[in-house]
């Protein structure tokens, strides 16, 4: 048990040093708006979610989509994460949508863009998507 309190604060630390690193560059395309170069320097999860901020235009509306997608699984997976550090929990725990919407900004958990289905899956287990291609790096 101890050891999985440690590989999910490990998670959450990387999940948290990640974000940071996105919300750095987008100060830095704030800092710089004259500088389009610097939205291609983004990862594509990153672009489509600047891009959707900011009303700006993607150039494959599919890759954005999907992009947005990984985007939230990767929130709905801090979310797990969060729960699990907060109680407790092992990687073989079980949730609900319910326990996760307090770990989640806007109170409820984000839904695919292209209409798929979210399956949460035990804490130790990544969230998945029901569409092909739309899923966590590994």
């Not at 998670?11 to 750095?24: D, K, N, P, V, Y």
């Not at 710089?32 to 489509?48: R, T």
């Not at 073989?92 to 919407?101: M, N, P, Q, W």
Request: proline share 8%.
């Amino acid at each position: 048990m101890r050891g999985d309190k440690q590989q999910l604060a490990t998670q959450l630390q990387t999940a948290q040093s990640q974000a940071q690193g996105a919300q750095a560059q987008v100060q830095a395309l704030r800092a710089n708006p004259g500088q389009p170069a610097a939205l291609g320097q983004l990862s594509p999860a990153a672009q489509a979610a600047f891009a959707a901020r900011y009303g700006l235009a993607v150039t494959n509306s599919e890759q954005a989509i999907t992009a947005a997608c990984i985007n939230n699984l990767r929130l709905i997976d801090g979310a797990k994460q969060q729960w699990a550090l907060d109680h407790q929990k092992p990687a073989s725990a079980l949730l609900t949508a319910a326990d996760l919407t307090p770990y989640v900004k806007s109170n409820a958990l984000p839904v695919c863009p292209a209409g798929g289905v979210y399956t949460l899956n035990p804490v130790g287990l990544a969230p998945i998507c029901n569409i092909p291609g739309h899923a966590l790096p590994r």
